[in-house]
């Protein structure tokens, strides 16, 4: 269940699949923003599932993934509504990253205070403390050294690129229409 949630977030259509109405890929005029705007915040690169899948390959080679999965977790968390689905997910988020069984155990300070029986009686913010520590922790730490690595640094080369090649391709139409009529 929570890979399900954690891959639907991370989804997004890729930008090959995104389109001007003449038919041309608008990917470019996209990503150039995407990045800019990756690069103001870590909140603004967490809303983007473009941007989390970015984080979390950077993350993956850094051994801290755990981290901002844990985060999209709470995320999904405080959306809930129904009693069982925040039970479950609530035991979900413990078992998977708070316990000291955990698969993906993440470092929080006062983890061992979270009780198991805390997931009898769940609320939408019950991980809210723990959620900001990891935050925190990506924000000074993880995403700083994002921005300065060669993963960012290449897919923001790539985007710029990119962003040069339509001026060339609509010159490239224009004249063959020029010269097509």
């Not at 997910?89 to 979270?114: C, D, H, P």
Request: hydrophobic share 30%.
């Amino acid at each position: 269940m929570f890979n399900r949630a954690v891959s639907r977030l991370s989804r997004k259509r890729p930008p090959s699949d995104i389109h001007d109405s003449d038919g041309s890929s608008s990917s470019s005029h996209q990503s150039l923003k995407t990045t800019a705007k990756w690069a103001t915040s870590l909140e603004s690169l967490l809303e983007d599932p473009e941007g989390v899948k970015r984080f979390r390959e950077f993350l993956k080679k850094e051994f801290s993934e755990e981290n901002v999965l844990f985060w999209l977790a709470c995320e999904d968390f405080k959306k809930l509504q129904d009693k069982k689905q925040m039970q479950e997910k609530a035991r979900e988020i413990y078992v998977t990253f708070l316990s000291n069984k955990a698969s993906s155990q993440v470092n929080v300070e006062g983890q061992s205070r979270l009780n198991e029986k805390i997931l009898e009686e769940p609320h939408p913010l019950m991980f809210q403390k723990l959620q900001d520590q990891i935050f925190n922790l990506m924000k000074y730490d993880s995403y700083s050294r994002f921005l300065k690595s060669d993963l960012f640094l290449k897919y923001k080369r790539t985007e710029e690129e990119e962003e040069d090649e339509p001026d060339a391709q609509t010159a490239a139409k224009r004249a063959s229409r020029i010269y097509n009529t």
